[in-house]
């Protein structure tokens, strides 16, 4: 009678080995699947006037070290405040309400006045925020908060909150 090996199957391209690195074992955080009901959202994360984070994928709640993601919410005929997200991208997907996203953008000519670009979306569409690309949230709507889901490529919700919108330029953070 054969005994079956014990030792696990060697590592490969599609396969690596997840039972340690360079820095040891790797945390339990990191070997499972994370579950965050929609009821369990924490709100204790980076906020702006105007609106309210609620993080579900974050270092601290699933041990995740390269993104965080997330729910925000507007409240009807609300403006955030004006901000950026550091070195982070931002990805957004509208779930419900209409929200519109405000951000400057170079003038045509050398001396114009900046000109303010508002995104107006409903649900289903996507937006994407650069690194460092002030900008703010707003909801028209006199009625219905505007929610959407969030990712960031950072492992925390980065937000930097500003006096004013500014124009980015290439080389500008």
Known sequence: MTSQSSSPTPPDGFHPDLTGGPSGPLPEARTRVHHVRADDL???TAQTDGMRR???ISGARVGSERMW???TTVAPATASADHHHGDSETAIYVVSGHPEFVFLA???GVGAESEEVRLRTGPGD??????FVPHREENPDP???AV???ARSTQEAVVVNLPSLYVL?????
Do not use: K, L, N, W
């Open 69 to 71: 993601m997330g729910q």
């Open 143 to 145: 009625d219905d908060e």
């Open 169 to 173: 330029r290439s080389g500008q953070e």
């Open 106 to 108: 170079d003038p045509a």
């Open 126 to 131: 996507y937006i994407f925020v650069p690194p």
């Open 54 to 56: 609620f993080a579900a």
């Open 148 to 150: 959407v889901v969030i």
């Open 42 to 44: 924490d709100g204790g």
